[in-house]
């Protein structure tokens, strides 16, 4: 079973500032999908942006851009120009394309608290 | 519109209750889904359904069972609810099964269980 691995609790920014959120997976697999999620106080479950592994170019989003490193199993998300309303739970997720036909769904890791300092 | 939606929002019931919380896509997608997100934020799956085929995480109790009457809903009953069934959970879907793996999940807004 694959595992994700999100190091950061909690990360602190100031506004207009560049952040990085790392998260590190666990696989056998060549193929499969990597996905940031963001969860504002709200509750709501956001897609940011996501990263195919079989693809070198690394996602962009606007601000928001990836650092995919496959060899490291590394999938770090980077904002930049930090905005107030950035502020959410970060989950980085691993999605197989092999098992049960895809019916597994996302495996999640534990999340990062970001907070943006006005 | 609503791409996922689930109902209701809020549910307190007390121990032993058993209680519904219902979810309806119009994506259009084959496979639905169930979360739950503990107390820690922590999100793990409970089912995934695509019309055909239910697979069940083997840690979920049996008293948590998926209910689906079409492609277009996936309800969630839970019997004898306890305390420690008090959660957020959240219900999702997405293309596939052989369809696009990169697909993202959508998520609907959760529903916060609280047992008493």
């Known amino acids: 079973a694959q595992t994700v691995t999100q190091s950061q609790p909690e990360m602190s920014v100031q506004e207009a500032e560049t952040v990085t959120l790392s998260c590190t997976y666990d696989?056998?697999?060549?193929?499969?999908?990597l996905f940031w999620y963001k969860q504002p106080p709200s509750r709501q479950m956001i897609l940011v942006i996501r990263?195919?592994?079989?693809?070198?170019q690394n996602a962009t989003e606007n601000r928001f851009s990836v650092n995919f490193q496959k060899a490291a199993k590394s999938f770090s998300l980077k904002i930049s120009d930090s905005q107030l309303g950035d502020a959410a739970m970060y989950f980085c997720?691993?999605?197989?394309?092999?098992?049960?036909?895809?019916?597994?769904?996302?495996?999640f890791g534990k999340g990062t608290h970001l907070i943006i300092q006005p | 519109d609503t791409a996922v939606s689930q109902t209701p929002k809020y549910l307190v019931t007390q121990m032993g209750n058993d209680k519904s919380i219902k979810c309806e896509q119009n994506?259009?997608?084959?496979?639905m889904y169930w979360y739950k997100q503990d107390s820690k934020k922590f999100l793990k799956i409970m089912f995934s359904y695509n019309n055909k085929e239910l697979i069940i995480n083997e840690t979920v109790p049996n008293r948590f069972s998926p209910k689906s009457p079409d492609k277009a809903h996936l309800n969630l009953h839970i019997n004898s609810l306890e305390l420690g069934d008090s959660a957020v959970y959240f219900c999702a879907s997405s293309q596939g099964p052989g369809g696009a793996y990169n697909s993202p999940l959508h998520f609907g807004n959760g529903t916060r269980l609280t047992v008493t």
């Open positions: 696989t056998s697999e060549s193929d499969y999908y």
């Open positions: 990263q195919e592994a079989y693809k070198q």
């Open positions: 997720a691993y999605r197989s394309p092999y098992s049960g036909g895809g019916a597994d769904g996302l495996t």
């Open positions: 994506l259009g997608h084959d496979t």
